[in-house]
């Protein structure tokens, strides 16, 4: 059985904080990708990579990083969280240009 | 750029209504389309797909038709069930873009 993790479901931070959103796929993909959903926004793009260390920005980069060190593993980080930032954040993975699997989401409070 | 364009919700039926959610896009080329579902409380997953004009994809009792004249991808379910009731997300990839783009959701609520 296919599977995207990440890991939480919910978080909390202060404004400045620093916050990692971690993301793991057992599915041997080179595509992996992080977005964020707004209500009556859909989701939007923020990064994504396609393979070890290889990233580019999406449609909204703007406050985030990203690292992917091992195949497996994308994370997603907030530098320096802002309030702006509550969202809910969905990583996913997919191989070529075929169906993407989506991760169960965390959602992100930034207080 | 690439757009997609679907209708806003919420769109509320009585259980075995028939279901039309509509979808529209903007992209060169042929793009590959996707209907994704979110039920509440988790992820997305993909619900259907079609890769070339005239294609029809099907799921669960769900149909959607490639319309490259009309750009047009819309949903559709002849007898819809209170399960079905979740946020329906149209999208599309195009070419070197390996990301997907998504239009806005609909939210669904079938009553009983």
Redesign the interface.
Same mark, same amino acid.
């Given at each position: 059985d296919v599977k995207v993790t990440q890991s939480s479901r919910y978080l909390v931070k202060r404004t400045g904080e620093k916050v990692f959103l971690e993301c793991v796929q057992d599915m041997d993909h080179e595509n992996m990708f992080w977005y964020r959903q707004d209500p009556g926004l859909g989701l939007r793009l923020i990064y994504f990579s396609y393979d070890v260390k290889m990233k580019e920005k999406g449609d909204i980069p703007e406050g985030y990083s990203v690292s992917r060190e091992k195949k497996e593993r994308f994370s997603l980080i907030l530098e320096s969280a802002s309030t702006n930032q509550t969202s809910m954040y969905l990583c996913a993975s997919s191989f070529g240009l075929d169906e993407q699997f989506f991760g169960p989401g965390t959602r992100l409070t930034v207080l | 750029g690439n757009s997609?364009t679907q209708m806003e919700g919420p769109v509320t039926l009585s259980e075995e209504a028939f279901l039309t959610i509509n979808c529209t896009y903007t992209a060169t080329g042929y793009p /590959?389309l996707?209907w994704?579902v979110q039920y509440p @409380?988790? @992820?997305?997953?993909?619900l259907l797909?079609a890769t070339k004009a005239d294609d029809k994809g099907s799921n669960k009792g769900f149909e959607a038709t490639y319309r490259k004249e009309t750009t047009s991808f819309h949903l559709e379910k002849g007898s819809v069930q209170v399960s079905d009731s979740a946020v329906y997300?149209c999208a599309l990839?195009r070419g070197g873009r390996?990301?997907?783009t998504? @239009? /806005? @959701?609909t939210r669904l609520q079938v009553q009983p």
């Amino acid at each position: 059985d296919v599977k995207v993790t990440q890991s939480s479901r919910y978080l909390v931070k202060r404004t400045g904080e620093k916050v990692f959103l971690e993301c793991v796929q057992d599915m041997d993909h080179e595509n992996m990708f992080w977005y964020r959903q707004d209500p009556g926004l859909g989701l939007r793009l923020i990064y994504f990579s396609y393979d070890v260390k290889m990233k580019e920005k999406g449609d909204i980069p703007e406050g985030y990083s990203v690292s992917r060190e091992k195949k497996e593993r994308f994370s997603l980080i907030l530098e320096s969280a802002s309030t702006n930032q509550t969202s809910m954040y969905l990583c996913a993975s997919s191989f070529g240009l075929d169906e993407q699997f989506f991760g169960p989401g965390t959602r992100l409070t930034v207080l | 750029g690439n757009s997609v364009t679907q209708m806003e919700g919420p769109v509320t039926l009585s259980e075995e209504a028939f279901l039309t959610i509509n979808c529209t896009y903007t992209a060169t080329g042929y793009p /590959s389309l996707f209907w994704y579902v979110q039920y509440p @409380g988790e @992820g997305l997953q993909l619900l259907l797909k079609a890769t070339k004009a005239d294609d029809k994809g099907s799921n669960k009792g769900f149909e959607a038709t490639y319309r490259k004249e009309t750009t047009s991808f819309h949903l559709e379910k002849g007898s819809v069930q209170v399960s079905d009731s979740a946020v329906y997300f149209c999208a599309l990839i195009r070419g070197g873009r390996r990301a997907l783009t998504f @239009g /806005s @959701g609909t939210r669904l609520q079938v009553q009983p």
